[in-house]
Nanobody, 128 residues
Framework: QLHVVESGGGLVPSGGSLRLSCVGS????????VAWYRQAPGKEREGLAC????????YYSDSVKGRFTITRDSAKDRVYLQMNLLKPEDSGVYHC?????????????????????WGEGTLVTVSS
């Protein structure tokens, strides 16, 4: 069965860093636009960052811009989310999503629900 798998979550103090990783299982992630979403308890799902499959353009939500960086390693067929200056409000389950469209997911991000693959997520907890 084809799916995406996230890893790299954990417990980190406020101001710390983590790097999340997303890999495709059974397919080449490099052929997809990839986004990271966060689901915190009691809050709406939030789109954080996206990298386009077409030209590698990146997109960020205002809440993480300047702190988080999304990158793609084509040789390893992985997408990473480097998270710096973490805050307690960054806590939540981080999901990776992959989509074959060039701009739809990255352009809509928060309001996009048509992704082809959605991972089970990795938990990030930022302590104060």
């Amino acid at each position: 069965q084809l799916h995406v798998v996230e890893s790299g979550g954990g417990l980190v103090p406020s101001g710390g860093s983590l790097r999340l990783s997303c890999v495709g299982s059974g397919f080449t992630l490099d052929s997809y636009s990839v986004a990271w979403y966060r689901q915190a308890p009691g809050k709406e799902r939030e789109g954080l960052a996206c990298i386009s499959r077409a030209d590698g353009s990146t997109y960020y939500s205002d809440s993480v811009k300047g702190r988080f960086t999304i990158t793609r390693d084509s040789a390893k067929d992985r997408v990473y989310l480097q998270m710096n200056l973490l805050k307690p409000e960054d806590s939540g389950v981080y999901h990776c999503a992959a989509d074959t469209t060039d701009q739809a997911m990255c352009g809509l991000l928060d309001s996009y629900y048509g992704m082809d693959y959605w991972g089970e997520g990795t938990l990030v907890t930022v302590s104060s």
